[in-house]
């Protein structure tokens, strides 16, 4: 049976939500007030992140100078070397931008590039960021349309390992995964309570126990 590994970033490899803490220190407007609608339904990330990025005014050092205060999970480090030595199937997927992504990973001293990675992407220019895509417009209004990076797997008959802890998680795990890990305490774990295929994690370390006694050994 072959396994992939899809896995969110902020929140689930970072500590720190990195958009979120962005948005909170640039943006000029109430950034919070469209998650709001995207959580009742009524918009999609696609045009939220549109609209709360597009009020940011701040230049590239000044953004960096954020990113770099932001650090990963400790136990990702050892995770990502039992993944590679094992040669699993491993993807990042994230509605946060490459960019930072990549900028993390390397302050870590995680090689990116042995990475396969799936975010939207983000230029500054003349102190303003413009956003690119690299999904279909979906009938979900995604920004970075997860669900559609996992369907290609499932379709190619892999078994799906999610994890994930927001609401961009929801979607794929519930419909896609074989084995959800979930952030405990957070939205995917809350809005998915009492779904057998779910385990609620805090840290890396239980997830590489949890799939060597179960599933990769
Ligand atoms: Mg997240
Ligand atoms: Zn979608």
Same mark, same amino acid.
């Given at each position: 049976?072959?396994?992939?590994?899809?896995?969110?970033?902020?929140?689930?490899?970072?500590?720190?939500?990195?958009? &979120?803490?962005?948005?909170?220190?640039? $943006?000029? +407007?109430?950034?919070?007030?469209?998650? !709001?609608? @995207?959580? #009742?339904?009524?918009?999609?990330?696609?045009?939220?992140?549109?609209?709360?990025?597009?009020?940011?005014?701040?230049?590239?050092?000044?953004?960096?100078?954020?990113?770099?205060?932001?650090?990963?999970?400790?136990?990702?480090?050892?995770?990502?070397?039992?993944?590679?030595?094992?040669?699993?199937?491993?993807?990042?997927?994230?509605?946060?931008?490459?960019?930072?992504?990549?900028?993390?990973?390397? &302050?870590?001293?995680?090689?990116?590039? $042995?990475? +396969?990675?799936?975010?939207?992407?983000? !230029?500054? @220019?003349? #102190?303003?960021?413009?956003?690119?895509?690299?999904?279909?417009?979906?009938?979900?209004?995604?920004?970075?349309?997860?669900?559609?990076?996992?369907?290609?797997?499932?379709?190619?008959?892999?078994?799906?390992?999610?994890?994930?802890?927001?609401?961009?998680?929801?979607?794929?795990?519930?419909?896609?995964?074989?084995?959800?890990?979930?952030?405990?305490?957070?939205?995917?774990?809350?809005?998915?309570?009492?779904?057998?295929?779910?385990?609620?994690?805090?840290?890396?370390?239980?997830?590489?126990?949890?799939?060597?006694?179960?599933?990769?050994?």
């Amino acid at each position: 049976m072959s396994y992939t590994i899809f896995c969110d970033f902020d929140g689930t490899i970072t500590l720190k939500d990195v958009g &979120k803490t962005l948005l909170t220190k640039f $943006s000029r +407007d109430d950034w919070q007030y469209y998650d !709001k609608l @995207v959580i #009742n339904g009524e918009i999609g990330t696609r045009e939220a992140l549109i609209k709360q990025w597009g009020t940011v005014k701040a230049n590239e050092q000044e953004i960096f100078d954020v990113v770099d205060q932001i650090s990963i999970d400790p136990s990702f480090h050892s995770f990502f070397e039992w993944v590679k030595e094992h040669n699993i199937h491993f993807i990042v997927v994230s509605d946060g931008f490459q960019e930072y992504i990549e900028e993390i990973l390397e &302050k870590e001293e995680i090689d990116s590039s $042995s990475m +396969d990675i799936r975010a939207n992407n983000v !230029k500054i @220019v003349n #102190n303003s960021l413009v956003l690119s895509f690299i999904t279909e417009e979906c009938e979900h209004g995604c920004a970075n349309c997860k669900y559609s990076h996992v369907l290609d797997y499932k379709k190619k008959g892999n078994k799906i390992i999610y994890i994930g802890d927001g609401l961009s998680d929801i979607l794929p795990a519930r419909e896609l995964a074989d084995v959800i890990f979930a952030k405990e305490g957070e939205d995917l774990a809350k809005k998915l309570k009492g779904d057998p295929r779910v385990i609620e994690f805090s840290n890396f370390e239980e997830i590489k126990t949890i799939l060597e006694e179960k599933i990769f050994n």
